[in-house]
Structure formats: C-alpha cells, structure tokens
C-alpha cells in the first residue's frame, strides 16, 4: 500500500483534459469500424463466405499477402473483442463471433494450401530445369504475367519465351 492518495475522476465533462489521437491511428485496427469495444451479435454475423482455394489460385502473391494480412487483423479484432466480452460478462456475441472466426480461419487454411500448391509447382519446374542443365539463377526477364529465366545477358535474347503460370 502507497502512502500516496488514490486520484480522484474527474466526472465534470468539461473539467477533463481533453486528448487528441489520431484518427488513423494503427491500434483502431483492433476495434470494429464504429470504434465501439464490442460489435453486435448482427454485426458479426454479416459476413460472407471463406475464400477457395480455386479462387486463390488465380490471385498474385501481393494479393495473397495482403488478404492474409487482413485475417490476421480480422482475427485480432475478434480475439479483442472476445477478450472484452469474457470482461464484462457480457453474455452475447460469442457464437456469432465464433462463426466469423471459424470463416476467416477457413480463408487462411485455403492461401496457405493455395501458396503450398505454388511451392510445390515450383520444385518440380526447378527439377526439370536442373535435370535439362538450365540455370535457374540466372538473368530475370518480366513478361506478361510471368516470370521468365534465361541464360546470357539481356540483349542477345531475340524473343522471349513465354511459359504458362504455375497457378493456371
């Protein structure tokens, strides 16, 4: 125990300190879109569906990291929220909040399965290229959507091969 008295609230409105945040402030993140501490059991529960896998297949790698990155963040937002829920005893909200995870858990299995495909793809083009004496570490060419690697400097390429993606 402190020697020191306890503070005292303030509970004038217009007593109080007035703190400026910033609106775009990155912890916001953590909370739903009304700035509240909880969503409503209808908020919650209007969500959409898990992403496939064939759906992912067609996306690019940014496209792939920044949804993953948005579950994550979805994610925290539920977990803040449940935490919050468990707090205050609140009594509503869990199954639907629960719901809302279990969909975005499923959208992140599917990248992961989606990006797993794409590795496995890519062993046994690096396979076929070792096996055929073709250096993979060589001169990178962008064409079209694809990456293409060839041997020798850039100029003395006459056409560049196109090559059909991994993913479709």
């Known amino acids: 125990m402190s020697k020191e008295p306890l503070p005292q609230p303030v ?6 300190t007035k703190i400026k945040t910033d609106e775009n402030h990155g912890l916001w993140g953590f909370f739903s879109s009304r700035r509240t501490s909880l969503s409503t059991p209808e908020e919650d529960n209007a969500h959409g569906r898990a992403w496939a896998v064939e759906e992912l297949r067609h996306k690019s790698w940014e496209d792939l990291h920044r949804l993953w990155w948005v579950c994550v963040k979805e994610r925290n937002r539920l977990a803040t929220e449940s935490h ?11 199954h639907e909040a629960k719901d809302r995870d279990k969909t ?3 959208t992140q299995r599917a990248i992961k399965h989606a990006l797993t495909e794409r590795w496995y793809a890519w062993e046994a083009a690096r396979k076929v290229a070792a096996d055929k004496g073709i250096n993979l570490a060589a001169q990178r ?8 690697i060839e041997d020798g400097p850039i100029e ?3 056409e560049s091969p196109k090559i059909a993606s991994a993913s479709g």
């Open 11 to 16: 509970l004038d409105p217009n007593k109080r």
């Open 84 to 94: 919050e829920r468990r707090r205050l005893k609140a009594g509503y909200g869990d």
């Open 104 to 106: 975005v858990r499923l």
């Open 141 to 148: 060419l962008k064409t079209g959507t694809a990456d293409v």
């Open 156 to 158: 003395e390429q006459k």
